[in-house]
């Protein structure tokens, strides 16, 4: 770098620290007009990784990429050098390990002291971080341009330019709306509004807003965007310009209009169900009011009855003992009567000739004969009563069963019936909360479809 420090000092009026500054900051390199290497800085070799005496006599071209070389802007660039033209660049440098570096280059011809080019001097600084740190934030760029429709405004809502997105989205061409407001886009209700005014105020104040707009486009028809608008600000922190980042989601809001269009049906539907269930759960309420009413009456009356039947047979049991009892009187009846026939019988061979003991003796056998048939008379007619009243007795116990049966039975019902209410008591609950729950699902739709 002998000859570059000696071409600085015999030209400019420079300290040996300047000199130092530039060495150390800058990756220099002489070249012949043709483009050979003629000599290197150590930050050149810091940079690229090679030595001095693996580069000097060797081309330029060893430095950069094959694609670079085969354009004509390369020959370009060194016939404009030999003419003596200044050149500033950024290119990619291919360094000794084959990494692909970006370097800032500045060349700059060199002449003699009778003003005839000698040699090409290029200062090279390292930008590869900027370089990717510009080409990703490029790429993001192009990203949302290709995706988004753009349009810038200045702080009053003056368009300034719109993208192909945006235009085709509204049917305009960029003539139709630049210099126009904002307003043109959203109706002239909304743009009267003061929700509007306050909206464009706050932009101009520095405040970014994201919101789904409605937008007629240029036939009329509505367009809707998912936007952001964001302010730009001067070194100053004034506003300058605003640009709406915004995503058409027109068949979107257009699929929940029908989807909340298709929910309104359902839930009407639904409503209809519902109020038809309320109607079964009230009708079915009252036959269970009119269920109970003739339970509690047969309740009532199965109590009667039950206490009948328990009557009825302790009076049966009553009549069955009275029975019993002149039932054995009667056998003794006949016994005496058995006795009073053999008296009679001694009493007439005791009478003898007496014709009015006889006569009388006569009467007391027609008396005793007759009381005799009236005793086993009375003795049948009790044998066949007894008989009667133990069937009676009979029946009224298997009565009673009966009675006993559909008393449990009622209780099962009761069961039953107090079972029917409660579920109807859950139906009636359960009606409500999806009430309830279509009443919220409404309001959702109603807000998907804004």
């Known amino acids: 770098m002998n000859s570059i420090i000696s071409i600085i000092r015999e030209n400019i009026d420079v300290s040996d620290e300047l000199i130092a500054a530039i060495d150390a900051s800058f990756a220099v390199v002489e070249f012949e007009l043709d483009g050979t290497v003629l000599n290197v800085n150590e930050s050149f070799m810091?940079?690229?990784?090679?030595?001095?005496?693996?580069v000097v006599g060797q081309h330029h071209s060893m430095f950069l990429p094959e694609e670079m070389l085969n354009g004509p802007d390369y020959e370009m660039c060194w016939a404009d050098l030999r003419a003596g033209k200044r050149k500033q660049v950024e290119v990619p440098c291919i360094t000794k390990s084959g990494d692909r570096i970006w370097v800032e280059e500045t060349y700059a011809p060199v002449r003699n002291s009778d003003g005839e080019l000698v040699k090409i001097v290029r200062f090279g600084v390292?930008?590869?971080?900027?370089?990717?740190?510009?080409?990703?934030?490029?790429?993001?760029v192009d990203a949302i341009r290709h995706s988004h429709a753009i349009v810038k405004f200045d702080a009053n809502g003056?368009?300034?330019?719109?993208?192909?997105?945006f235009l085709a989205a509204m049917g305009y061409d960029l003539s139709e709306v630049v210099g126009q407001h904002h307003s043109m886009f959203v109706g002239e209700e909304y743009a009267k509004s003061s929700a509007y005014q306050a909206f464009w105020r706050s932009l101009a104040n520095g405040e970014s807003k994201i919101r789904q707009f409605k937008y007629f486009g240029k036939d009329g028809r509505e367009v809707w965007f998912e936007a952001t608008y964001s302010p730009v600000l001067d070194?100053?922190?004034e506003v300058i310009k605003i640009i709406n980042l915004a995503v058409?989601?027109?068949d979107e809001v257009s699929e929940l209009i029908g989807l909340k269009s298709t929910l309104e049906v359902n839930f009407a539907e639904v409503d209809e169900h519902i109020e038809g269930v309320d109607r079964k759960c009230e009708t079915a309420e009252q036959m269970f009011r009119q269920?109970?009413?003739?339970?509690?009456?047969?309740n009532i009356a199965s109590g009667v009855l039950v206490g009948c039947v328990g009557e009825t047979l302790e009076r049966m049991t009553e009549l069955r003992s009275v029975s019993d009892h002149v039932f054995d009187t009667?056998?003794?009846?006949?016994?005496?009567?058995?006795?009073l026939e053999n008296a009679v019988d001694r009493l007439r061979d005791g009478a003898g000739e007496n014709s009015e003991l006889a006569e009388q003796i006569d009467n007391l056998d027609e008396c005793v004969t007759e009381s005799s048939r009236i005793l086993t008379s009375l003795r049948l007619e009790l044998k066949e009563m007894l008989n009667r009243m133990a069937v009676v007795s009979l029946a009224i116990e298997k009565h009673g069963d009966v009675t006993g049966q559909m008393t449990s039975e009622m209780h099962g019902i009761q069961t039953s019936l107090d079972a029917a209410q409660n579920a109807i008591a859950t139906i009636g609950q359960s009606t409500e909360e999806m009430a309830l729950t279509i009443g919220r699902s409404r309001e959702v739709s109603v807000v998907l479809a804004r």
């Open 46 to 54: 810091k940079l690229t990784g090679y030595e001095e005496d693996e």
């Open 126 to 140: 390292n930008v590869t971080e900027r370089h990717e740190m510009v080409a990703d934030l490029q790429g993001k």
């Open 158 to 165: 003056i368009i300034l330019n719109a993208n192909r997105h």
């Open 235 to 237: 070194v100053y922190g």
């Open 248 to 250: 058409d989601i027109t």
């Open 291 to 298: 269920a109970q009413a003739h339970l509690e009456a047969s």
């Open 330 to 339: 009667v056998i003794e009846g006949d016994v005496a009567a058995v006795a």
